[in-house]
């Protein structure tokens, strides 16, 4: 089955930096990774996703670009806010998985004021 | 209001005591799914279910149950619940046409003493 590998496990950056984090799957056949953010205490909530046949998509100050020959895919934040600070995760799944998501670890994010 | 619901939120229980976690959402999803969310491992799906009668094993189903009697609703139950059960507990739906855009509840938080 899909195994998914997130990293960094924790990041921490200045406000207004820019936020890096990056995902790599195992299961070719992959092709749908949706990031989620959640908050301290919150349910996770989708923020960005992109499908295999694009290799980058953008949304306002967040990212993610997908290297399929790699494997991997990234979310990229820019002009972080103290807002942005949250748990984030990476996933991946495929038609042969039907609609089973398959995680990362997760990644930390603070964001100092 | 669009929404998945669980119930009860928080619960403190002891070894053996049978519980049910109720999961509900009133967007016709045919899609629905329970995660565990554990420190350090992501979020690990336990069953899943993609439409009324339909359940699977997700990557950690040991000591859980499930059924998908009506569309809105997919219980979980612990027949016999352990202290390594103690965890954070996320049903989410979908379609399953829309790929994988899933829609989180709001946790139940649960400790087996």
């Known amino acids: 089955g899909e195994n998914v590998e997130q990293h960094p496990s924790t990041l921490s950056v200045q406000e207004g930096d820019s936020a890096v984090i990056k995902c790599t799957y195992s299961?070719?056949?992959?092709?749908?990774f949706p990031w989620y953010k959640q908050e301290l205490g919150k349910r996770p909530q989708l923020i960005i996703d992109?499908?295999?046949?694009?290799g980058e998509k953008k949304d306002q100050r967040i990212a993610v670009t997908l290297n399929k020959t790699a494997k991997h895919f990234s979310l990229h934040i820019t002009e972080t806010q103290p807002e942005d600070s949250a748990v984030y995760f990476c996933?991946?799944?495929?038609?042969?998985?039907?609609?089973?998501?398959?995680f990362g670890g997760g990644t930390r994010l603070m964001v100092k004021p | 209001e669009a929404q998945v619901t669980q119930n009860p939120r928080y619960l403190i229980t002891v070894t053996g005591k049978k519980l049910t976690v109720t999961c509900s959402q009133n967007?016709?999803?045919?899609?629905m799914s329970w995660y565990r969310q554990d420190p350090g491992l992501g979020l690990r799906q336990i069953y899943y279910?993609?439409?009324?009668?339909?359940?699977d094993k997700g990557d950690v189903p040991e000591g859980y149950k499930v059924s998908r009697k009506e569309k809105r609703n997919f219980p979980l139950i612990l027949e016999s619940p352990s202290p390594n059960q103690t965890s954070l507990y996320f049903c989410?739906?979908?379609?399953?046409?829309?790929?994988?855009?899933?829609?989180f509840g709001p946790g139940t938080r649960l400790t087996v003493l």
């Open positions: 989410a739906s979908s379609f399953v046409a829309s790929k994988n855009t899933q829609y």
């Open positions: 299961d070719s056949a992959s092709n749908y």
């Open positions: 992109i499908r295999s046949n694009v």
């Open positions: 996933a991946a799944t495929s038609n042969n998985a039907g609609n089973m998501l398959t």
């Open positions: 967007m016709n999803h045919e899609y």
């Open positions: 279910s993609m439409n009324v009668e339909v359940t």
